[in-house]
DNA sequence: ACCGCTTGTGCAATCGTTTGCGCAATACGG
DNA sequence: CCGTATTGCGCAAACGATTGCACAAGCGGT
């Protein structure tokens, strides 16, 4: 191991004290300009390494944001994680990621280890079993900035951004209603999510703004949440099911696009045309939904847009004082992406 | 903010002083059982959060490890990081993960960032330019263990993991030639970046070795690192520069998925049969492979496998005193997933 | 009664930076 | 020539945990 040098290093070769090249570092009024060159000079010589760990101690701060999302091998967090970088990195901001994995109790170690490491701030998706809050609520009582996103707690008073989940699957059954469709489908999420429930609202009030009746055989709620491969699966199963209905329905809403993915390649090798027979609109756009044979309608999140919000947030109310704080919520709109599975040709466009 | 409340805290309730609390913490043998209930009572009942900074300044150890990867939304990278993570957490390991962005200057600030807070470690795949390799020689310089992952740097003597891309290239290539493919193709990535050179050189094997004629009009180097949707179109443009061809070629072994893809677009928009006509094979076994129509035969690389050993070879070198350290290298063989693109159905299997 | 040993605890320095405060030197106005 | 700014820098105390060393008390053996 070789010795690191440091600021006292610096220091004696110039005669002078720690303080003084600590200030001519920070570019600190006080010094003299020729004494600052010299300090750089000397930095550089010496190839000198600050050494945040011992910053962070005496300022307080850390410079790093923690960031837990349920699993980062999806396109939509990981280009949200991006989407953070963007901003912060040139505030001077690192990130630390933690996955938990979709599990309850990774998530409160993922929270402890980023309040041990003292991180200046966390951003936030919650996993999907977690009922209880307290985690989070520790997180706010520790004076550390919070930005909840996606799947958010609605009752939690801190920074918010989220998708309209409402708005696009409203979007989404609409436009199926124009291309002709009158009974819908919808694969549905589990309910003790929000977004779900909220995709599940959107989709019953297009329908009913539609003068369509609301048939509860056609929402089928399921745990949307696996490894993509595992979803396609379920997506084939419950395509069965639908087909084999004595009134099968001519449309389905999925709530994830690999689930309709999944639909899509049963109805393919049963012979059930798409769109025509059975349109089809998946959510989150997907790379790969682009790509599937029709290609697959879907909303798009603009995920790494959400992460630009998310990072502003927690700039905000660093820079807040926390008397005057108040949390900002961002929903955002996601768009309608059209693509074969739901566009009819003999349909005129309105 | 409220006021942290730290060891000395504890000592000061219980009327001893910090060294106690802290070895009582520690379980160090010299505290009587006694004392340490007692402590462990406190440190719950004041919700103690140790502060990591502070003992990571002291220790001269961090528990974190700095991942440089060119960019976090590919699925490649993203399991490769699940891959350290599951094998290090245990170890009390935490991530701390940044993007180059495929640029030389943001590879060089990462790293300056990373040896800033004194990461115990850093794993990375260098950018697609860089070329140049002294930031990471200052990583060895400093002391800091360094594993190199995919985009490896032969050159260097520190830990490598890597697939095989010579064997993987070649056994692509066997394949077509078994399917009864005679002319075939090749997307060539950049050849300064090691992986493709490698695909390439078992490419060229391959041909020899079944005594077909090697033609370098077939062969195209083209630039295959970019976003997913612009690699698509790369690989139509050159689809329709071989579908051009005099003699078309009758088979396409592609560096990289997504090109492969678009080239499957365009024959399907041109009604060239695949694989009849055309047999494609890519690279990677990104998920859209396995839903595009007809299905792609790919090359899975064990990504998080990969990310498992880079950890390993990461705990090993800590626990290695560095007169006895010796730097691992780990080649992992990447597996042959065939599927409809490349499956000509009058072949008989042997 | 004395010595040595074990067991449990405290003292104080240390990691590398930052920062409030004080002090000197120079400048400037009257 | 004195008083008051202004400029430039050093002293020393933080930040919170860790750790080498000393030391005290208790115990057993001679």
């Not at 060159?37 to 010496?46: D, H, Q, R």
């Not at 099911?241 to 809403?253: V, W, Y």
Request: aromatic letters at 8%.
């Amino acid at each position: 191991m070789k010795k690191k040098i440091t600021i006292s290093d610096i220091a004696r070769e110039l005669n002078t004290t720690a303080s003084t090249v600590s200030r001519a570092l920070s570019d600190d009024s006080r010094i003299s300009k020729a004494k600052k060159k010299l300090v750089w000079k000397k930095v550089s010589e010496l190839q000198y390494q600050p050494n945040s760990i011992a910053s962070a101690l005496r300022k307080g701060k850390s410079n790093v944001i923690g960031v837990i999302v349920p699993t980062s091998d999806r396109q939509f967090f990981a280009s949200f994680i991006r989407g953070i970088e963007e901003i912060v990195r040139e505030e001077g901001y690192r990130l630390i990621i933690c996955q938990s994995d979709e599990q309850y109790d990774k998530e409160c170690t993922s929270i402890d280890s980023l309040l041990n490491i003292r991180v200046d701030g966390i951003i936030a998706s919650v996993a999907k079993n977690t009922v209880d809050f307290s985690h989070f609520k520790k997180i706010e009582s520790q004076g550390v900035p919070l930005v909840l996103f996606d799947r958010v707690i609605e009752t939690m008073n801190v920074n918010l951004v989220y998708s309209d989940d409402y708005y696009g699957a409203y979007r989404a059954v609409s436009h199926l209603i124009e291309q002709g469709c009158r009974r819908i489908a919808h694969f549905a999420g589990k309910q003790h999510i929000h977004i779900y429930q909220n995709r599940l609202k959107g989709y019953l009030q297009a329908i009913r703004d539609h003068h369509l009746p609301v048939d509860d055989e056609l929402i089928i709620e399921t745990d949307l949440i696996h490894d993509t491969y595992s979803i396609l699966e379920i997506g084939k199963v419950l395509a069965k099911k639908l087909s084999e209905m004595p009134e099968r329905p001519d449309a389905i809403f999925s709530s994830s696009d690999f689930a309709a993915m999944g639909a899509l390649q049963f109805f393919k090798e049963n012979n059930i045309a798409v769109p025509d027979e059975m349109a089809l609109v998946g959510y989150s756009n997907d790379f790969s939904s682009s790509v599937i044979e029709p290609s697959l309608t879907t909303l798009d999140q603009h995920t790494s847009h959400m992460g630009n919000e998310a990072a502003r947030h927690f700039l905000y109310q660093i820079i807040t004082k926390p008397e005057y704080f108040k949390p900002r919520k961002t929903l955002l709109k996601p768009e309608l992406v059209i693509r074969n599975s739901s566009l009819r040709r003999n349909v005129i466009p309105t």
